[in-house]
């Protein structure tokens, strides 16, 4: 390993100028030097391009609307870091995240990547979550019942993988998952407790899109029933797929019933396919409360 080996941060940006500055400068101000800083603009139409070209450092790069997946891969072909990180415009690293993850890679040889914990940052209600998670070994087989990275940001990746692995913009949502399956089952990584980056959490998040990350995690998941060969990871799928039935349908449920949920028509139809009695519940309970108010 180098030295000091370059790393390369890209940001894709749709229509976050107003969080891209943030995003920018919490790369800038990082404690590891050797850092190059690829926005990829995924045909915005604010002011995201005026932002990123106010940064001299910024190499910029304009693409039409294409989505995330495709921005990133743009990011890869465009970089030239020997590590890579990927951080969203509205999210930003703590200031010794590339210095922490490099760390890692320097004392356990070679890795695929290296991911840390982070925290949510819950937008209106002004709180603040950690998010650790303690895995030390078994990473596919641990990423099978369920997604212990969560965020991209806490992700360092070394440039090889990319040579095999890009992001599959057939995608809607879950790449990132897609992903790191496919890398753990080929190659080795790391996961430590350290915080490495903050998660902006709002009402438009993709991830508040629950049918559309259910129906993306659990087709993730089956791709991967294909290249099973031994029983704990059978089993391990079989764990995922209901976690994540559980977990979405959960927060459906709770948002059906309290009337949070505006789209109601698609939620009622995931409940039923996915958990039939929950849906059931939420359509007897909207009918009580019809007729005696």
Known sequence: MKKSPLVSVIIPCYNHGHYLSNSIESVM???????????????????????????????????????????????????????????????????????????????????????????????????????????????????????????????????????????????????????YLKITKKYPVMHHKEKISQYRLYSSNMSSNIPLMLDSVLKILKAQSKNLKSAPEKEALQTGMVMWKNYYCGILYQKLFLGSEKSWPKSIYCLLKHKPLFALKVIFSKIKSTFLY
């Open 29 to 179: 101000g990082q404690t590891y030097a050797n850092v190059e800083i690829v926005v990829v603009d995924d045909g915005s139409s604010d002011n995201s391009k005026a932002v990123a070209k106010s940064y001299p450092a910024v190499r910029y790069y304009w693409q039409e609307n294409k989505g995330l997946s495709a921005a990133r891969n743009t990011g890869i072909d465009r970089s030239k870091g020997d590590f890579l990180v990927f951080l969203d415009a509205d999210d930003w690293l703590f200031p010794e995240a590339l210095e922490i993850n490099l760390r890692y890679f320097q004392e356990k040889g070679s890795l695929a990547f290296v991911s840390g914990s982070y925290e949510n940052v819950f937008i209106g209600e002004n709180v603040r979550e950690a998010v650790i998670n303690d895995v030390k070994t078994d990473h596919y087989l641990n990423l099978l019942k369920k997604n212990y990275i969560g965020m991209i940001a806490a992700v360092m990746f070394s440039r090889f993988v990319f040579g095999e692995f890009q992001y599959d913009t057939r995608l809607r949502a879950g790449e990132d998952y897609d992903l």
